[in-house]
Structures are given as C-alpha cells and as structure tokens.
C-alpha cells in the first residue's frame, strides 16, 4: 500500500455510472498527483494508506467496483521529515529499529 | 487512478477482435504517452481520469475486455500548474488543505 | 496500453508448457526492453499497443494463458519524434487539440 | 517479489472493517515507504520478501483481504552492500554465478 | 514479461506455508533485485524471462500460488550489450530491423 497525502475532492461531472456513489480525492503519491476512492472519510492534509491493484476493487466497497487506488485508512501519526529520515538509514530516526535478528524467531 | 491529458485518437487497423468496438485514445500521463479506452468520450485536451490495473476491463464495459487503461471521467476544471504547485507543498496553491487533524474524525 | 516497438523475435528453449504455441517478442517500452505474446503477427519495426495486467491474460487467447504483456495491435502511423513535441506541450505539433472544453460535452 | 526492510509498525485507528485484523509494517523498498500487511511476524530491521498484485490478497490470507503488500517471508541473510556489488556485476560479490551455461540444461 | 539476470537462490526459512515448495532466485531487472519463483529450474548467470501480474500465479503451478513474479524461460542467447545497442536506435546491432511497413500485413 501506498502511503499518501490527501490534497482536495475531485470533481468529474461527466463520469462512468459506476463511478457516481464514492468520493474521488487527489492525493500526492511522492511527486505524483493521482486519484483515490475514498472509502474512510478522509480530508485535505490527512496522511493516508492508499491501496491499488485488484484489491483497490474490494476495499472500494464491492468486486466490480472500477477503482485501482483507495483509501483504506487514516495514519494516526506521520512526519515525513522522520520518515526521510528512517529512509536514509539513520537510526536515531528510528530508535525500534533492530538491525540483527536470528532468522524464525517470529509467530 | 491517473491524471491524463487526452492528445488524439489512435488508429489501429491490425488489432485483435475484442478490441474493435471501442474509442482509443493516446493519453500523457506525466511525460509518457500511453493508450486508453475511451469509456465516456473525451476529446483532445481533456483533462481525464484513467482507472488501470483489472478494474479497467470492467470500466471499459465487460469483464472480459482487454483494457489496463480506461478514461472513466472528464475533470470539471484542472489548473496543471495550481497542481505542481499544490504537490511542491505550497499552501497558497490549496486553501482548502488543513496540516494538522485528529484521527479517527471521519465518517 | 503502451506503445512500444518491436525489435526481434524472442527464442526460449526451454521453457514452461503453457507458454509454448505463442511467438515472443522483444518490444522496446521507451529505453527498457521487455518481452511480449504477439497476438497480431507484428514484425521488428511495428509500433504497436501493448497490453499489460490481468488483460494480457486473455488478449492472448485464453484467460489461463500466463502473459503479462500482450500486442493487442498495430499502430497505422507512429511518428516517435511528433510524439516527444506533443509531450513536451508544442500545440503545433498536435493541431487537433483542444485547450479549452466545457464538461459534460461528452456522449 | 521485492526485497524491503522492515522500518516500523503502522498504527492507523479509522481504516476499513476488512483491514483491522492483521498488523501492517511501514516497510523501505528501495528508497521508497510503502505499508505491507503482515504474515509472518516480521520486526523492525527484517529484510522481507513482500509480495504485491493480486497475489498480495491470497497471501495475506484470505482473496477477498484488500492488501496490494504482503510480507511472505524473512530472508535469512541478506547483505545490501553485498548485493549492490552483484547488481552493478562485480563477479567478486558473487563466486556461485556461472556466466555461460548451455540453453536447456535445466529441470 | 521482463528480462532478468538470475544472481543466487533466495533462503527464507520463516515463510508462509503456500510458499514452501518452489525455489527463489533472486534476480536483477535492469538494477533493482527482486526475487521470482522459479518454475523452470535456471541457475545463476542466466537471462530469464519473468512474468508478473496475476499471470505469476498460474505460470507458478496454480491459481492459488502466491507469486508476482515467476521465472518462465530460460533465454537461448541474450547479449546485453546488443540489446542496449538496439534500445539506443543503432539499425548495425539489429539486421532484422525493417523501419517501414505497411499496416495490414500480418497474419
């Protein structure tokens, strides 16, 4: 899943009928505006987890329903400045971070 | 979904059977031109929304057409350069965007 | 879809069972090349329209068939250089466009 | 498959009912964050093997789970440096590679 | 399909059980690792053609295998150096190449 900032609502007047039930958001995926289904109520600056592919179907509400990216949930927290951070593999940025652990010691 | 600007119609004339009822477009997603189906006919310079992945296949029309792209709905209105604006993180090009929020507020 | 170019006929030995009664071919999408099913009979030089996703299952012949990247057709007329002009937003290169369009215009 | 590490759990209260019963990981893929579902209990500093598409569903448990990433396995070791070495072909970082093998020798 | 170079196996002791029972094989498409499951036996050194997408499934042995990337051939001849040659437009490192055709002509 992708995790996403909610932009602004988009509006498409003249869209497919399976569309017409959901809120479209834009949300900024990197540098990458795209546009989600919004499934959990989000707003403008939350920080959310966008799910794509066929599972963007299902989470989306129903099977057929033609969507490749929606927003399946709000993060509580997110700091992009730590999360750059804990990307460049600086470890004070991530403090639960073990980098050593003996293979099959997870349930 | 994808934030397309629709250039012109594509013509293929050797092309497999399943495709031939519909409209193909050439779309620019970003700086790379690709193919969509045309499910709500736009025209060149719209500004469009394009489903992929398998819920393109039911937005062009049946479950079994072989589409990764589709043109699902027209944008009412798209300022490109508001956008690079808005995904650079200037506030001034989104007033409606709030930073701060406490989770768990949506319905 | 993508538009790629096809450079030459992919030979594989060995290979698995479901893949053998189709002609592979190299394509070249923008500077990577990738491998896809041809399903329209191109030859090195072609531009064609690429398939990908769950569609390219059955743009090859069978929803069981193990591609994931299928020509789907032949593109009459391609001119890669008139192509980059109209990416990078030259209006002379694409005089069929359109800036400005009322939504809801569409059938 | 990607290879990601593990940087640290997800906490994310308003998400959709479907989500709610299995851990989610913020997990480095390359230089990218992205959030995988959890299926083998995984923790911070784990270099995981994460599987996407469809597939992503089925491993997770369950088809009709909605996650596009899941983490199917914990690799036993993993050296990046190493494998930067062997991705750029130095042969040094990689004595089992044999450059030259005769088509057709496999099983 | 993507064309990969196979690096080594992949261990991964704490894994999902519907894993078990294929081998891994980390592979190098273009300069990122990724891992595939191997369903034609290739060794390290080999140019291999991956598949991807829900096709992985099916080219890994059934439909519920959970794969997003499946070895499916073993490439009889690849030289990277021609290929990137023919990616960079030279016509002296693909013969075969016939700039011009008229559409229509394939079978």
Redesign the interface.
Same mark, same amino acid.
């Given at each position: 899943?992708?995790?996403c900032k909610v932009?602004?609502p988009?509006?498409?007047?003249?869209?497919?009928a399976?569309?017409q039930h959901k809120h479209?958001q834009?949300v900024?995926d990197?540098?990458?505006?795209?546009?989600?289904v919004d499934? #959990? !109520?989000? /707003?403008?600056?939350?920080w959310v987890?966008c799910?794509?592919?066929? +599972? @963007?179907?299902?989470?989306a509400g129903s099977k057929?329903?033609?969507?490749?990216?929606?927003i #399946? !949930?709000? /993060?509580?927290?997110w700091d992009p400045e730590a999360?750059k951070e804990? +990307? @460049?593999g600086n470890p004070a940025a991530?403090p639960?971070?073990?980098?050593?652990?003996p293979?099959? !010691?997870?349930?």
């Amino acid at each position: 899943m992708l995790i996403c900032k909610v932009l602004k609502p988009l509006v498409s007047t003249n869209r497919i009928a399976d569309f017409q039930h959901k809120h479209l958001q834009v949300v900024l995926d990197g540098s990458t505006q795209k546009v989600a289904v919004d499934a #959990v !109520g989000a /707003i403008p600056g939350d920080w959310v987890i966008c799910v794509g592919s066929s +599972a @963007a179907r299902e989470a989306a509400g129903s099977k057929s329903y033609p969507s490749d990216l929606t927003i #399946v !949930g709000i /993060i509580d927290h997110w700091d992009p400045e730590a999360a750059k951070e804990m +990307a @460049a593999g600086n470890p004070a940025a991530n403090p639960a971070a073990t980098p050593a652990k003996p293979p099959g !010691g997870a349930g």
